[in-house]
């Protein structure tokens, strides 16, 4: 998805307003809707740093409703990320927040669980009831190789055992990722 510097600005107003809004109780602002509806509907991630450290990531590879709405809900919800419960983002932070919208592609299930490039490759591990996911730059941030991303992927996302992406009956999906930051080289 090729998306223009207008475009960008207003998909990264759409996080801040409607964590916003959900922090004061209010409406979430519905102005740019109209020129967002003529992207084509896909999944994204919303991911929340503050000083560069993670407050918050929560996506989804749903792509039924339009983009806005997809990235709002993931906004808000990323601010209420079940990991920083104890420390939810509030009204006077979020002026210091980072945010940083992941639009995904599609899901592309591989055969062999190590066709793919860390860094250039998010994973969607699944067996079962269980999945998780890591975005690309979770390979690239930590160093980890193909085996370590798989593994670390199904142990500390899936529930799985490490060594589930080796089993026949386990899938693996790839996708990649357009960024757009708001205060990220994106």
């Known amino acids: 998805m090729s998306i223009d510097a207008e475009t960008r600005a207003r998909l990264l107003r759409l996080p801040r307003e409607a964590i916003s809004a959900a922090l004061f109780g209010m409406a979430a602002d519905a102005e ?5 509806a003529s992207l084509p509907a896909a999944g994204a991630f919303v991911t929340l740093r503050k000083g560069g450290q993670l407050r918050g990531c929560i996506g989804t590879f749903d792509a039924s409703r339009g983009l806005a709405e997809t990235i709002r809900t993931m906004a808000v919800s990323a601010a209420r990320d079940p990991r920083f419960l104890h ?6 932070e979020l002026k210091d927040i980072d945010i940083e919208i992941s639009l995904l ?3 592309t299930r591989i055969a062999n669980p190590l066709d793919f490039e860390p860094g250039i490759h998010g994973i969607l591990v699944r067996h ?22 798989l593994t670390e992927c199904c142990s500390q996302k899936a529930g799985l055992s490490p060594d589930a992406w080796r089993l026949p009956e386990t899938e693996v999906f790839v996708f990649t990722v357009e960024k757009i930051g708001d205060r990220t080289k994106a």
């Open 32 to 36: 740019d809707d109209a020129h967002l």
């Open 87 to 92: 420390c939810p983002i509030s009204a006077e």
């Open 105 to 107: 592609s599609p899901l």
């Open 128 to 149: 079962g009831d269980f999945s998780g996911c890591f975005l690309p730059d979770v390979a690239s941030e930590r160093g980890w190789t193909r085996e370590q991303f």
